[in-house]
């Protein structure tokens, strides 16, 4: 005869509430906010989205992202300050130089033609120099994810062609108020106006500057052809797009939903590189059928102008990440 164990009910209740509360902790879904200033049909946007996608699948819907596109969270400055506050999860970064308020060494990426192409600045951030970028990031409280990419930024103007660096003397280019670019611009000859980024098509099409500096894809899709007629292949600078996140957002996670998350920002990588190689294809032959002149430059000309930048930059800031971004190139 088979004996029956009687509990108490008290008993039974609390196995019921602790079975209960464990089975909510693993229910329990996790929601992550991303945000990226640029548009959600940017490559970054496209595979900020597609990163959204693919987490919630492999956690099998424990993690979401929340996407804000378009600067809704305000500049990538104040996007750094609600990750360190702890109010963002998040953010893709266009460019490492963002951090160099925290760190300067970090505006090493801003150096003017320290990458030969878009191959030399893969190989650099996916070899030494962006493990040793991720450390500082690290010492500074962030978590570098991955490196996509923005690209390489080229100058457009209404003056004249640029091929030396004489044809930039007396240009009003728009800058991004950063040291080294405006430096960049000064030692060329030109004239640098900061100026916000929502506010440059006005300024292009009222005369108030006359060129801007950015990649193929933001030339396009912000249509600076219709306000420009010359698009100067430079090249000058190359800027990633850095998927950032910091310890107290991935303490959200499980051990092994953040590896999904690592993962997979990682894996998205390459073909969000490739979607910018493919579109500066496509839509550098618009820009073209659009009527903008297009023509390359003598880089070594500029080098040899802009090299001051690279020696008071090692003398401030020391010359490891410069060794380093010329190391790749001969890899």
Same mark, same amino acid.
């Given at each position: 005869? /088979?004996?029956?164990?009687?509990?108490?009910? /008290?008993?039974?209740?609390?196995?019921?509430?602790?079975?209960?509360?464990?089975?909510?902790?693993?229910?329990?879904?996790?929601?992550?906010?991303?945000?990226?200033?640029?548009?959600?049909?940017?490559?970054?946007?496209?595979?900020?989205?597609?990163?959204?996608?693919?987490? !919630?699948?492999?956690?099998?819907?424990?993690?979401?992202?929340?996407?804000?596109?378009?600067?809704?969270?305000?500049?990538?400055?104040?996007?750094?300050?609600?990750?360190?506050?702890? &109010?963002?999860?998040?953010?893709?970064?266009? %460019? +490492?130089?963002?951090?160099? &308020?925290?760190?300067?060494?970090? %505006?090493?990426? !801003?150096?003017?033609?320290?990458?030969?192409?878009?191959?030399?600045?893969?190989?650099?951030?996916?070899?030494?120099?962006?493990?040793?970028?991720?450390?500082?990031?690290?010492?500074?409280?962030?978590?570098?994810?991955?490196?996509? !990419?923005?690209?390489?930024?080229?100058?457009?103007?209404?003056?004249?062609?640029?091929? !030396?660096?004489?044809?930039?003397?007396?240009?009003?280019?728009?800058?991004?108020?950063?040291?080294?670019?405006?430096?960049?611009?000064?030692?060329?000859?030109?004239?640098?106006?900061?100026?916000?980024?929502?506010?440059?098509?006005?300024?292009?099409?009222?005369?108030?500057? =006359?060129?801007?500096?950015?990649?193929?894809?933001?030339? #396009?899709? &912000?249509?600076? =052809?219709?306000?420009?007629?010359?698009?100067?292949?430079? %090249?000058?600078?190359?800027?990633?797009?850095?998927?950032?996140?910091?310890?107290?957002?991935?303490? /959200?996670?499980? #051990?092994?939903?953040?590896?999904?998350?690592?993962?997979?920002?990682?894996?998205?990588?390459?073909?969000?590189?490739?979607?910018?190689?493919?579109?500066?294809?496509?839509?550098?032959?618009?820009?073209?059928?659009? %009527?903008?002149? +297009?023509?390359?430059?003598?880089?070594? #000309?500029?080098?040899?102008?802009?090299?001051?930048?690279?020696?008071?930059?090692?003398e401030e800031n020391g010359n490891e990440l410069i060794n380093l971004i010329n190391k790749a190139e001969a890899e």
């Amino acid at each position: 005869m /088979k004996k029956t164990i009687k509990l108490p009910l /008290k008993s039974i209740a609390v196995c019921g509430i602790l079975i209960a509360s464990i089975s909510s902790a693993y229910a329990q879904t996790v929601t992550l906010s991303l945000a990226q200033v640029f548009p959600n049909n940017h490559p970054g946007g496209v595979y900020a989205e597609r990163l959204a996608e693919l987490v !919630e699948e492999r956690t099998n819907g424990d993690v979401r992202i929340n996407i804000h596109h378009g600067g809704v969270l305000g500049s990538e400055a104040e996007e750094i300050q609600q990750l360190q506050a702890g &109010n963002l999860d998040l953010a893709l970064l266009y %460019g +490492v130089s963002n951090f160099q &308020n925290l760190n300067p060494a970090m %505006g090493v990426e !801003e150096l003017p033609f320290i990458f030969v192409d878009s191959e030399h600045a893969h190989r650099a951030y996916d070899g030494e120099y962006g493990a040793a970028v991720t450390a500082i990031l690290k010492d500074e409280g962030f978590i570098a994810l991955s490196y996509w !990419e923005n690209g390489l930024r080229h100058f457009t103007n209404s003056v004249r062609p640029i091929v !030396e660096p004489d044809d930039m003397k007396g240009i009003r280019f728009r800058s991004a108020e950063i040291p080294i670019r405006l430096k960049m611009f000064e030692l060329l000859g030109a004239d640098a106006i900061p100026m916000g980024f929502n506010e440059l098509f006005t300024a292009l099409q009222q005369g108030t500057v =006359d060129g801007q500096e950015n990649p193929i894809s933001l030339i #396009s899709a &912000n249509k600076f =052809d219709e306000v420009q007629d010359y698009l100067s292949l430079s %090249g000058h600078i190359y800027n990633a797009a850095v998927v950032t996140t910091t310890p107290e957002a991935m303490s /959200k996670l499980t #051990s092994e939903q953040q590896q999904i998350l690592r993962d997979t920002a990682e894996e998205l990588k390459v073909p969000q590189r490739e979607m910018i190689a493919q579109q500066n294809v496509t839509l550098l032959s618009e820009l073209k059928e659009n %009527g903008i002149q +297009v023509n390359s430059i003598n880089t070594e #000309s500029f080098k040899e102008v802009v090299i001051p930048l690279w020696e008071s930059f090692a003398e401030e800031n020391g010359n490891e990440l410069i060794n380093l971004i010329n190391k790749a190139e001969a890899e």
